[in-house]
């Protein structure tokens, strides 16, 4: 079982609105991650956790708030987002935080922010 | 940020032909990754490369770490019109460290089969 479940599919969210995305792995794997990838562009990497713990946050606004509730859960909090935060939202997971790893993504989160 | 140069940037083929695709760096990569996109959806994992000289193949798909460990190509053998999506290239950093633990991308080639 290679898969990393991805809810909602697809969202829509007026400026002042408040939602979370989530995501959910069941490969023991000990590393998530959140990606967000505009229209014809590569993922771009926006939070690391491992083992639970936030490694890493690529100076993302604080509109995006990541949780990682356990160790198969990782949910995106939004808040007050802008119309230019649209995009696909991916969330990938890994064996472990290190050299060599694969990285399994699941089908994302198509946001709209009108 | 770091670089990946991936080409071409998209291709239209007839199918059955045969395809080639390559990522190159100014930097040494210690872990290739080729990934295939479908709209709306996340990229799958096709190959990973860890060894210079490493060649894998993965059914009509083939893909080598280069020797000088700065580039990897893909090559898809005898297109189907299921193979047209998205093709990304992603390395990680040879040095060690956590900062050299995320995944560089390259831009992705755009595959168009034409039945």
């Known amino acids: 079982d290679t898969e990393v479940t991805q809810t909602p599919k697809h969202l829509v969210m007026g400026m002042t609105n408040k939602k979370s995305l989530k995501c959910e792995q069941h490969?023991?794997?000990?590393?998530m991650y959140w990606y967000k990838q505009k229209a014809k562009k590569p993922p771009e990497l926006m939070f690391v956790y491992s083992y639970e713990k936030l490694s890493i946050n690529e100076s993302v606004p604080s509109r995006f708030s990541p949780e990682c509730p356990n160790s198969s859960l990782l949910n995106l909090h939004l808040h007050a987002l802008q119309p230019e935060d649209s995009a696909l939202y991916l969330c990938?997971?890994?064996?472990?935080?290190?050299?060599?790893?694969?990285?399994?993504f699941g089908s994302g989160t198509q946001l709209s922010v009108l | 940020g770091q670089q990946l140069n991936q080409s071409p940037q998209s291709m239209f083929i007839q199918e059955g032909e045969d395809v080639s695709m390559n990522c190159t760096s100014s930097s040494i990569f210690n872990t290739w990754l080729w990934y295939k996109q479908d709209p709306g959806e996340g990229p799958v994992l096709l190959i990973a490369?860890?060894?210079?000289?490493e060649l894998t193949s993965n059914g009509r798909l083939t893909a080598q770490f280069g020797i000088t460990r700065k580039d990897s190509f893909l090559n898809i053998s005898a297109s189907i019109p299921s193979d047209v999506g998205i093709y990304f290239c992603a390395g990680q950093l040879a040095p060690l460290g956590a900062g050299s633990y995320q995944l560089t991308f390259g831009k992705g080639t755009k595959l168009s089969v034409i039945p």
């Open positions: 490369l860890y060894k210079a000289g």
């Open positions: 490969m023991g794997h000990r590393a």
């Open positions: 990938a997971s890994s064996q472990d935080w290190g050299q060599s790893e694969k990285l399994f």
